[in-house]
């Protein structure tokens, strides 16, 4: 009973480990994703308007209403624009349904962040009463050893994003999406004017940029503490050795 106790334990501290670190990469998405003001200086820097024949308004509004609706603020992507001096629909059939696949991407990822703040609570709270004032030792180490193995995972990824983005980002949509509608053509879809790759290059990047720290910092914290009990165990000891 004791070791089948003791295997428990260990599996809540890694929960604690795993829960965290993809709680804090699918937060960095989140922010990332979102963060409007990231927009505006890329579409600046790609001169994105002006290229397209379109407004900074309508060009806002187009990138707005897809935001919206993957934030389940609107039920479609449907919005006027002008577009080279025609009114026309931003989105087309094949965007639309596309988006769709990206929302429930969306949704299932916050849906798994949700889990993951379930499971660090419960976790930790067991650990609590199975170890009292023991528990970050354990958290510490798990962690540790989790973020060593999802290092080397996350290096090898953007050692691939950077060397050929192109072909990270072919097998991303593959393997997230069932379907080709992530296939758009640059002549008829105005999604993927709107975000070329250099567009998702500079996101992808920014994300890892975020989730790094948010990642180290973690480390370092597990990193320190350790030393610090590690200290403390060996004054202990040496002052045990004088007494």
Known sequence: MK???????????YAVAVSAILIVLITSIDQNCFDKGFYAKEYSALNTAQSLGMTEEDLNRSTNTLLDYLKDKRDDIQVEIQLKGTKVLAFNDREA?????????????LILRYVCIGVLLISILYLIFQYHSGIYTHISIAYMKTAILFTVFFVMLGIWAYADFNAFWTAFHRLAFRNDLWLL???????INLFPSEFFY??????????????GSLFVV????????????????MNHEHS
């Open 3 to 13: 070791q089948i106790i003791e295997k428990i334990n260990i599996i809540a501290a």
């Open 97 to 109: 349904s596309h988006m769709v696949d990206v929302k429930n991407l969306y949704q299932f990822a």
């Open 185 to 191: 053509d640059p002549s008829t879809d105005l999604m």
């Open 202 to 215: 500079k996101l992808v990047f920014r994300i890892v940029g975020w989730f790094a720290a948010g990642f």
């Open 222 to 237: 597990s990193y320190i503490y350790l030393r610090h009990q590690l200290h403390k165990v060996h004054k202990e000891l």
